[in-house]
Structures are given as structure tokens and as C-alpha cells.
């Protein structure tokens, strides 16, 4: 479904991404694992068009899509579900879930937040509350349920579990596979919390320095020597 | 205490063209990191084009202030493709330089063109004041501030209560988040600089219905702006619709009082006292 092909990715002048391929298929949930600054927001920055590769391709359902515009890939079905949550703090709840569905028709929008907001009781007592006072945990609701509202077939999540409660992430990675294994969304993860996401994830690959040094299936990867001295700390 | 009031109504719709006039300016360096020193000039070009209009197309003057509106807008489109396109990615001070360039080529090609003439857009309005309760007005003057005020709500409803308002404040608060939820920035960036240009034009022509046009009339303008700007706190329209009106009684209150010589001093003497006391203006979040 999606498939980057040796890409290269660079801020200004330094190179982040040194030639990474990796391929995620329908209805895979796929774990992109690595340690701070190996590039892992990178590589999703740069699949949902906020940054183009130098070198390299990816291609989504065949069609090269590393020239489009953000908001032309949004349109696709790849929808991204940022790094540090990043809701719009001074809309609120409802304004940031109606926003969250600005490709759909009107009517759309309204028959999806009522799914969110039966999904996400939460997000419905909070509606008309902005966004940025509410609780971490909460705010990652929202931004997961902001990221649910377009429709998406293909969804990219970056460090969901950050900054939360043992309790919180576990309810979130649940969020995450039922989003998969549910609704059939195709899912790229990307985690710092490896434990967490190798224990959904049906494969995984391992960034390091802007390269993969490891791919496999999320069972093999837990068993993996290297895997669990580095990030697994057994 | 007549007096009083009567200098505070005229600060009232002096300021509501200030405001007018900020908008825009607060708008597109809040969105967009443009040091817009041509602002000025979108305003000097309303006073030119309706003039304009007026001459040469015989058009009355209500008709003038919408066509003069629309081509300013249209202008504001032209000059974001043109030019400010090129600045979004760029230090803000090259912004300034390159507006500073855009000012200084837009009054020379009107002076070229039009001549250093003063003149005064003809209005339809009889020069004999009103009294409205003790106190002195011109039709005019009331009628823009009927204008200004009219247009500030339209803005606030177009920015708190539209799809396209929610996405500019989207697209102010978090851009990239903004576009990954398939809002064109481009788009934004560019109806932003327009409606600011529009804005502009339209003070342009209701001060110049009553104040003189002249190729160079924007500098000063533009100063003024920026002030108004660094009252309400930059990037933040709500400051600038009160730090607009602020200035203008300010401005208005010290002419009738103290000395009407030193009535562009006054703001700046309002901006050094933000500026020490509330260094990030009166407003201080960026806001739409
Ligand atoms: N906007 C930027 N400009 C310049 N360099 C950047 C920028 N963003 C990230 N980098 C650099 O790129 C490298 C990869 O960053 P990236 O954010 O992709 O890492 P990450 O794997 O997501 O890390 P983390 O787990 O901390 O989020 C880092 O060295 C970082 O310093
Ligand atoms: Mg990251």
C-alpha cells in the first residue's frame, strides 16, 4: 500500500534520512521504532508531504506522492497524527474535530463527529472547551479523534504514548489497534515506548541515525538479543 | 465637558479608520512573519483608484468605494503572487527590505502617472454639520465610521463563525497540522494579504473623502500602523481594533488639548509607554 523506496531527506543543509526504504501493506500495523533523533518523525513528515525527499520515491497505492502538497495527501486517505499531540489550543474541542474533517462535505463532518463523540465520550462533555485546557491524556484524544475524523484509510502516528500515563498509554495503544483491526485503517506507528508497540504491531522496523538496521515481525523483533538490550532495557 | 466629548467622538472615527488600516498589517505579519512596510501603500492606492473612478468612470461615490475595494483586493492578490510568495521562508528582515522596495516603487509609479496634485475624492454628502446631542458632525465622518464599523464586524464574523475563518485560525495557531488536515496555506496566505490589501484601500478611500490624496500619503501611514500594531500586540486583531481607536482619541484628545502640532507624537508616546510597561502589547497572545 504505502512504499518508500531509498529515500534521502534533509533539513536546510543536514541530512537527516540516509537512503531508508521500508513498505507497509493493507492492513498492516506496522512499528517504526528508534531512540531520539534517529528520524522517525522525519520519515513521517516527509510521507505526509510537509518535507520531500532529495532522493528516493514513495509511492502510495502505486502513485508517487513524495512531490505532493500536504494538503493533496490528506486527500488521498494518509492521515498524520502529530508528534506532541499539536491541537489547535485556542479552538475548541469541536472547532478542532470539524477542522479535522475539512476535506468531507458538511454533512459528513457532522455524522463523523458524532462518532467520535460516541467513541470518545470525553471529547462530548468537552466540546465547547479549548483545547489547549485540557489534560494531556485528554489532548491526545483529541488529536487521535481529529486525525479519525477525515476519513482516513492510512494513518501515521507519531509517539501517541508520550508524556502519558502507564494507564493512559495502554488505553491509547488499545485505541490504536482497534482503529486497525476495526475499522480497517492501515497503520504506521511510530514509538519511542518499543514494549508498547511491538505488543500491537504485526511487523516493525528499527531507524537508527536515519537508517533502518532492522526489520521484522513484532513476535521476532520481542525475542531479538540487540532489540531487547536497546530498547527493551532486559 | 462638551468639548470633551466632542474631541472623544472625533478620536472614535479617526480611530475607526486606524483600525481598519491595522487590521490587515497584525493579520498578515501574525499569519505569514511579513514586516509589510507597502501596507500604507494599498491604502494611498484606495484613495488613488476611487479618485480614479470617480474621474474617469463617473461612477457615484458608494459605487466608488466597492469597485475601489474589490481592485484593491484583486491588487493584493497580484502582489502576494508576485512578491510576498517569495518571502514566507525568509528572514523577517528581508521582508522589511523588500517591502521597503515595493513602497518606494509603488509611490514613484503613481507619482510618475498621476502627478503630486493633492486632491479630495468628491462625495455626495452636504459639507453643513449635523448636531447630534450638543455635538458637531459631518455626514461623512458618520458614515464612515458606519463603514469601518460595519466592515470590522463582517471581519470578526468571517474569522469566529466561517470554515474559511476556522482554517485561518488553524493555519495561525499550527500551519503544518493545518495543512495536514488539507487546508491549502497558500490559499490562506494569499486571501489573507488581499483582505488585508482591501482593507487598507478602504481606508484609503474614506480618509480620502475627507483628507487629501497624494502619491505619498502612505509612509506616514504605515508608521502609524505598525504603532498601532505594537499597541495592541502584533498578530492579534482584537488589539488592533482597540489599539486603532485608542490611538485615534489619543491622538484626537491631545490635538484639542495640548497642541494639535505634535498630534502624530502623541502615538508614539502611547507606543513607548506599551512598549516599557507591556512589552508585548496590550494583547498580548497572537489572535485572531
Ligand atoms: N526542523 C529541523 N531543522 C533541522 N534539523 C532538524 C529539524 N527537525 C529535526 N531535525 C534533526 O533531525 C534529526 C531527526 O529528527 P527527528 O525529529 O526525525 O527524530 P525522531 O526520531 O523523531 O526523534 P524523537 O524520538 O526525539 O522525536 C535530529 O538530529 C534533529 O535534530
Ligand atoms: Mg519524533
Known amino acids: ?234 | 465637558m462638551l468639548e470633551f466629548f466632542q474631541q472623544l467622538a472625533n478620536g472614535l472615527i479617526i480611530g475607526s479608520t486606524y483600525a481598519l488600516l491595522t487590521i490587515g498589517l497584525t493579520m498578515v505579519f501574525g499569519l505569514m512573519q511579513i514586516l509589510n512596510y507597502a501596507h500604507g501603500e494599498f491604502y494611498m492606492l484606495g484613495g488613488v483608484v476611487a479618485f480614479w473612478v470617480t474621474q474617469a468612470l463617473h461612477l457615484n461615490f458608494f459605487l466608488s468605494i466597492i469597485v475601489t475595494v474589490a481592485i484593491c483586493f484583486m491588487l493584493g492578490l497580484v502582489f502576494e503572487r508576485i512578491l510576498m510568495r517569495r518571502l514566507y521562508e525568509v528572514p523577517i528582515v528581508t521582508t522589511a527590505i523588500v517591502t521597503v522596495g515595493l513602497s518606494i516603487f509603488l509611490q514613484n509609479s503613481v507619482f510618475m502617472l498621476w502627478g503630486n496634485v493633492p486632491r479630495t475624492i468628491p462625495t455626495p454628502f452636504p459639507l453643513k454639520p449635523l448636531t447630534i446631542g450638543g455635538l458637531t458632525f459631518t455626514s461623512l465622518r458618520i458614515f464612515v465610521l458606519i463603514v469601518t464599523i460595519a466592515v470590522i464586524v463582517f471581519t470578526q464574523i468571517i474569522i469566529h463563525r466561517t470554515k474559511l475563518g476556522r482554517a485561518m485560525r488553524a493555519t495561525f495557531q499550527d500551519k503544518d497540522v493545518a495543512a495536514m488536515t488539507g487546508i491549502s496555506i497558500r490559499k490562506i496566505y494569499a486571501l489573507t494579504f488581499a483582505y488585508g490589501s482591501a482593507l487598507a484601500g478602504l481606508a484609503g478611500v474614506l480618509c480620502g473623502s475627507y483628507l487629501t490624496i497624494s502619491p505619498f500619503m502612505g509612509s506616514s501611514v504605515t508608521t502609524k500602523a505598525w504603532a498601532i500594531a505594537i499597541v495592541g500586540g502584533i498578530g492579534n486583531i482584537p488589539g488592533a481594533i482597540f489599539g486603532g481607536f485608542l490611538l485615534g482619541v489619543v491622538e484626537s484628545l491631545g490635538a484639542g488639548y495640548l497642541s494639535a502640532a505634535y498630534k502624530d507624537a502623541y502615538s508614539f508616546i502611547i507606543v513607548i509607554l506599551v512598549l516599557v510597561f507591556r512589552p508585548n502589547g496590550l494583547f498580548s497572545k497572537k489572535e485572531l
Open chain 1, 1 to 234: 500500500m504505502l512504499e518508500i523506496k531509498d529515500i534521502k531527506v534533509a533539513y536546510k543543509r543536514t541530512q537527516v534520512i540516509y537512503g531508508l526504504s521500508l513498505h507497509v501493506d493493507e492492513g498492516e500495523l506496522v512499528a517504526l521504532i528508534g531512540a531520539n533523533g534517529a528520524g522517525k518523525s522525519t520519515t513521517l513528515r516527509t510521507i505526509s508531504g510537509l518535507l520531500h525527499p532529495s532522493a528516493g520515491s514513495i509511492q502510495y497505492r502505486g502513485a508517487d506522492i513524495h512531490k505532493l502538497l500536504p494538503e493533496q495527501i490528506v486527500r488521498l486517505g494518509i492521515a498524520h497524527c502529530p508528534e506532541g499531540r499539536r491541537v489547535w489550543p485556542k479552538l475548541t474541542v469541536e472547532e478542532n474535530l470539524s477542522l479535522g474533517g475539512y476535506i468531507l462535505p458538511k454533512q459528513r463532518v457532522l455524522e463523523k463527529m458524532e462518532s467520535m463523540y460516541a467513541h470518545f465520550p470525553i471529547l462530548k462533555d468537552r466540546r465547547s472547551q479549548l483545547a489547549g485546557s485540557m489534560s494531556g491524556g485528554e489532548q491526545q484524544m483529541l488529536a487521535i479523534a481529529r486525525t479519525l475524523m477525515c476519513q482516513p484509510s492510512f494513518m501515521l502516528f507519531d509517539e501517541p504514548s508520550l508524556g502519558l500515563a502507564p494507564r493512559i498509554v495502554e488505553q491509547v495503544m488499545d485505541i490504536i489497534a482497534n482503529i486497525n483491526k476495526k475499522e480497517n485503517v492501515t497503520v504506521l506507528l511510530v514509538e519511542q515506548n518499543a514494549n508498547m508497540a511491538l505488543s500491537i504491531a504485526d511487523r516493525a522496523y528499527v531507524i537508527e541515525s536515519g537508517q533502518l538496521t532492522l526489520e521484522g515481525k513484532a513476535a521476532d523483533l520481542r525475542q531479538d538479543d540487540y532489540v531487547r538490550k536497546a530498547y527493551l532495557g532486559k
